[in-house]
Each structure stands twice: as C-alpha cells, then as structure tokens.
C-alpha cells in the first residue's frame, strides 16, 4: 500500500498554505521516507504557541468553527471533546493511532510520511486542554518512525509537553477509545464500561482526550490556518479533506487524500479505477457496508452523500468486489473475522455474532441455513440476504488486498 499525491507539481510551502489545495497532509514533494523535522518546519513552518487560558479556549472555538470531526470513523465533533476533557483537572491526551481496522493503511501511511505534523497536533491538543504530556499509541509498523521523531524533537527541544511513544495492540477493538486506555494502562486491549466517560476518568484516573491520528494532524493545521481555511475543501456540513484506502479490485490500491464529498467513482479513479468490472464496494471498513458499485460511483464520499445506500465513510475506506468474486463469502470472511475479535464481553458479541457468522457461512458454502432466523438476528427486512448476482460456491475470488494489513 502507498500514499500517491494528486497534484501535478511539487508543493512548495506557499502552496500547502492555500485554502484549497490538496493534498495537506501527505504533500506531494515528499520522499518516500519520514519527512525530517526540518522538512516538516520548512513545508509547514512551526506550530503557533496555545499561550495561555484565554488563547486556550479561543484555538478551541477556532476547531468548532472549522467543524473538525474525527477521522477515526465514529466522526465526533472535535472541539467538543477539547472542551470537555478542558474542563477536567490535570489532563492526558492520547494519540490514536491503532488502526485496528484491517483493511485500513491510512493512519499508517500519515505516520510513516508525516509523524511530525500528527506530533504537532498531539502537542497542540495537550495545550489546548492543559495536559503536560501525550502518549502516542501506534501500530508496530511504524512504531520505530515515530520513535525518531519524538526523539528528534527531543534534541531540538521544541515540545513544552511529554510525548511517550508506545506500540498498539493488534486487535480489531483494541482501537476503540477506552480499549486503548486499558491497553497503555494494563496491557488488556478490550472496552471498559462507561460511565463515567474517558473526559472525565481515563488514563491514570485523570480526564482523558482519545483523539485519532489523522484528526490530530489536522487540528495542527487549524492551529496555523485557521477555520476559513480548513473549510475551503469538503462540504458545507462536512467539512476538510480526509484519508481514504482504496483497495480490492482497483488498479492501484493506495491511500489518498480527497476533499470530503468527493464523488465515490473519482475516489476509486485515483487509484487507478476499476481494475475488472465491479459488483459491490464495501464503504467504511470491515463495521461498513456493501453497496452496489454502480449505485455508488456517482455519490459524495461522505455521510450525507452516502446515507441513501445505508453507508457511510466509516473509517475512510472503498473496497473493491469484481464481479467474478463471491459478494456472500466475502461477507462471511468479513462476519467471521468481527466474530473472532470480538472483546467477549456481552451475550450478543460471545454468542449471536459467533452465530450469524457460522449461518453466513452456510449460505456461502451452499448448505441450508434458516434465513428466517438469520433476518431476525440481523433486525433485517425480508430480500436483504439474497445472495449477489454472482457468487461462485467453490473457490470464491476475494478482492486482491482485502485480506492484508497493508
């Protein structure tokens, strides 16, 4: 999986300050290697200072402004969790940066090319909320990229905080926010029970900021542009740009970064388009949802534009289904993997989704299964569980790279 860059020309530092160019966060000019702290400041120039209470708030009502959501899939709105865990006493911040979704590169590849911009907004949001330290929570992969990083801002001396580096757990629900916090505090990646919330008892009992990688990229950016600026890409309602993975039947899977309401069938010609013809697109990740290619190609990639298939950009992804593969095993891998890493800490985790997964795989072996049973489990209409209009029983075809971590 790599990052590729939209833009014709190389990115000097007064094109990466233009409200509407793309990309922000992987600028084109980069190598394939991190970009250096001196990279970093001479494209970006260096972080404002969050100074002090008053400053504060007012770079907090700034990210309101700007409508910054996370980009970590549930899309909740940022300054509203800056807010909160500000109001709290002695704060932690945590960089997300898990990526426990499978078929997902994106935080990975803004790591590997830019962990200086993701330290920044780490940095930043500490300050915002009154924190004196971040710890920055990665996947293995790029664990030693972003331990040169801290240690190079180290000598340089240009963080007022403490950043600790530490490496994720490798598990589907080790991402989610609370399961992050158990798994720095006690080596347990798995969901605790709320209330209280993070913002008011997180890690080391204090309140808690859990805030995706990628979201913590472009608060940095906010912090030096400013509101007008962010929101000069993507949609009135849903605004900036974001990190997509495209992968699957496409003829060069990648990550790339799109304005928010970009055209889904644009999206997958960045990568090169479809590399047979398509049957379905899974949108959002592995917790998304199949729709039917045709149907989407022409919609925004975003959560209004994809709301009339049920979808959503969920985790910032599209994968590809040709139409020679099996949509109904791909879903059964799928259901079977969510059932794996499920955290077992609920009947209907530990049971019913063991359950659906081994009916699911009935259907797609060609045996008898009660669908019946299976719409009700699901809370499904009759007609939402028939087969795709093309599913080989022996040997199904999966979309090239939906299996790996890349």
Known sequence: MRATDCPRRQ?????????????????????????SLADHLARYGPPPPSGPGRRRKALIEEVGRAGL????????????????????????????????EPASAKDKVLLARSPHLVL???????????????????HRSVREIVDDAAAERRRAGSDRIQIRVSTAAGRFVGGEAS??????????????ATPPRLSQRGLGAAPTLVQNVETLAHLALIARHGASWFRAVGTPQETGSMLVTILGAVGEPCVHEIAIGTPVGEVLARAGGPSAPLQALLLGGYFGTWADAAAAASLPFSSAGLAVLGAGPGAGLIAALPNDACGLAETAR???YLADESAGQCGPCLFGLDAIAGQVQRL?????????????????????????RRCRQAGPQRPRPLRTRA
């Open 11 to 35: 990115a000097g530092l007064a094109d990466s300050q233009l409200p509407g160019y793309l990309p922000r966060l992987l600028p084109a000019g980069f190598a394939a290697r991190p970009a």
């Open 69 to 100: 959501t996370g980009r970590g899939g549930a899309g909740f709105p940022a300054a509203r969790k800056l807010a909160a865990v500000a109001a709290g006493h002695n704060p932690v911040v945590v960089a997300n940066g898990t990526e426990g």
């Open 120 to 138: 920044d907004g780490a940095v930043l949001a500490a300050e915002m909320v009154g924190a004196r330290q971040a710890a920055i929570v990665v």
């Open 179 to 192: 399961a992050v916090v158990h798994w720095i505090e006690r080596g347990i990646p798995a969901p605790t």
């Open 334 to 336: 799928v259901v079977r």
């Open 364 to 388: 797609a072996d060609g045996r008898t299964s009660d669908l019946g049973i299976l719409r009700r489990w699901l809370g499904r209409r009759p007609g939402r569980l028939q087969p795709p």
